[in-house]
C-alpha cells in the first residue's frame, strides 16, 4: 500500500545549523519527506515520524495543531545518544475535510506501518487522535494493551461526542473490540470522578496516581513493557516544566520523570505504536 499521498512534505528552515552540523544531530539522522517528488524509503526503517495537525475536537487547547512542526524545529537540533535506529519523517498527515477523513487516514498510515513492523510515533495534535490510533490495530485484527500517561482518564460521558476528553470512552464502547487492557498511570485524583475510578477497577483496568507512580517511578517499568499501544498528554507534566497546554496544572510529572517513562517505552520490544498530544506552542514560553 502506497501511503504517500496521505502525507504534506515539510517545510524545516528552523533546524538548519549551519557551520555548526558534525552530521550527528538528529536531523542528519532522519530521513525527512521534504521534497514532494521523493518520499523516503522505508524498506528497513525502524521508526516512522507522523505530524497530525489536527485540533477540531481539542477541548481547551486550540493551538496544538502546530505542535509536530513546532517540536520538530528543537528535535531536529539535538545530538543523537549511541544508537543508529533507521528513522524516518514522513511529514503531516494531510488534514481532512471532515475530521473523520483525518482519523481514516491516520489510521490507514499506522495499520501500513506496523504491518511492516515500523514504529509509528505520532505527534499530534489532539489526543483524541488515539482512537485513529486504536483503530489501526482493529484494522489488523489484533488484541492490544494500551497505556495512557494522562492526569485524567478521558472518559467522557456514552452520549458525549469524541474529543480529546473522551476518546477513551469511544475506544471501550468500540464494537468489535480488540481493547485487551487499559494502563492509567499519573492520573490526579482530585480531577477525577470517584466514580470513574470505580469504573476503571470494575472493568479490571489498572489505574496508577500520580503520587504513588512518583514514590517509586521504577514501578512503572514493567507497565510501559507491557503496552502494544502509549498515549501521552502533555498535560500529564506540572506547568512549570510544560507550560504549553490549556489543560496545564502546577502539579504533574517532573520533565526528568516523563523522560524517565519514555525511556522504558523505549526498551521496550513490545511497543508498536507511541503518540504525544496536546502541546499547544501559542502556551509555550518559549518562541
Same mark, same amino acid.
Given at each position: 500500500m502506497d501511503i504517500s499521498f496521505y502525507f504534506e512534505p515539510?517545510?524545516?528552515?528552523?533546524?538548519?545549523?549551519?557551520?555548526?552540523?558534525s552530521g550527528h544531530r538528529?536531523?542528519?539522522?532522519?530521513?525527512?519527506?521534504?521534497?514532494?517528488?521523493?518520499?523516503?524509503?522505508?524498506?528497513?526503517?525502524?521508526?516512522?515520524?507522523?505530524?497530525?495537525?489536527?485540533?477540531?475536537?481539542?477541548?481547551?487547547?486550540?493551538?496544538?495543531?502546530?505542535?509536530?512542526?513546532?517540536?520538530r524545529s528543537q528535535l531536529y537540533k539535538l545530538y543523537r545518544g549511541d544508537f543508529s535506529p533507521r528513522i524516518a519523517d514522513l511529514g503531516n498527515i494531510k488534514q481532512g475535510h471532515k475530521i473523520e477523513d483525518s482519523y481514516f487516514a491516520l489510521t490507514a498510515v499506522i495499520a501500513e506501518l506496523i504491518k511492516n513492523k515500523?514504529?509509528? #510515533? &505520532?505527534?499530534?495534535?489532539?489526543? %483524541?487522535?488515539? *482512537?485513529?490510533?486504536?483503530?489501526?490495530?482493529? +484494522?489488523?485484527?489484533? #488484541? &492490544?494493551?494500551?497505556?495512557?500517561? %494522562?492526569?485524567? *482518564?478521558?472518559?467522557?460521558?456514552?452520549?458525549? +461526542?469524541?474529543s480529546s476528553q473522551s476518546y477513551l470512552n469511544k475506544i471501550i464502547l468500540h464494537q468489535p473490540n480488540?481493547?485487551?487492557?487499559?494502563?492509567?498511570?499519573?492520573?490526579?485524583?482530585?480531577?477525577?470522578?470517584?466514580?470513574?475510578?470505580?469504573?476503571?477497577?470494575?472493568?479490571?483496568?489498572?489505574?496508577y496516581r500520580l503520587g504513588?507512580?512518583?514514590?517509586?517511578?521504577?514501578?512503572?517499568?514493567?507497565?510501559?513493557?507491557?503496552?502494544?499501544?502509549?498515549?501521552?498528554?502533555?498535560?500529564?507534566?506540572?506547568?512549570?516544566?510544560?507550560?504549553?497546554n490549556g489543560n496545564a496544572s502546577p502539579n504533574g510529572f517532573y520533565g526528568e520523570e516523563i523522560c524517565q517513562i519514555m525511556r522504558y517505552a523505549g526498551l521496550s520490544d513490545k511497543l508498536s505504536s507511541i503518540g504525544f498530544y496536546e502541546i499547544n506552542p501559542r502556551l509555550d514560553c518559549k518562541d
Open positions: 515539510l517545510e524545516l528552515p528552523d533546524y538548519k545549523y549551519g557551520e555548526d552540523s538528529l536531523g542528519d539522522l532522519f530521513r525527512s519527506f521534504t521534497d514532494k517528488e521523493f518520499f523516503p524509503e522505508l524498506g528497513d526503517v525502524d521508526i516512522a515520524i507522523i505530524g497530525v495537525n489536527e485540533e477540531r475536537n481539542a477541548i481547551n487547547n486550540i493551538g496544538c495543531a502546530h505542535a509536530p512542526d513546532y517540536v515500523i514504529v509509528p #510515533l &505520532i505527534i499530534g495534535g489532539s489526543q %483524541d487522535l488515539s *482512537f485513529a490510533n486504536y483503530m489501526a490495530y482493529e +484494522a489488523l485484527g489484533q #488484541l &492490544i494493551n494500551i497505556v495512557g500517561v %494522562d492526569s485524567v *482518564f478521558d472518559l467522557g460521558k456514552t452520549e458525549q +461526542a469524541m480488540f481493547l485487551f487492557n487499559y494502563t492509567n498511570i499519573g492520573y490526579q485524583s482530585y480531577f477525577v470522578d470517584p466514580e470513574a475510578i470505580g469504573l476503571m477497577k470494575n472493568l479490571y483496568f489498572d489505574v504513588a507512580i512518583r514514590e517509586k517511578m521504577e514501578e512503572a517499568e514493567p507497565l510501559v513493557r507491557n503496552a502494544d499501544m502509549i498515549t501521552v498528554d502533555i498535560s500529564s507534566v506540572r506547568q512549570s516544566d510544560a507550560p504549553g
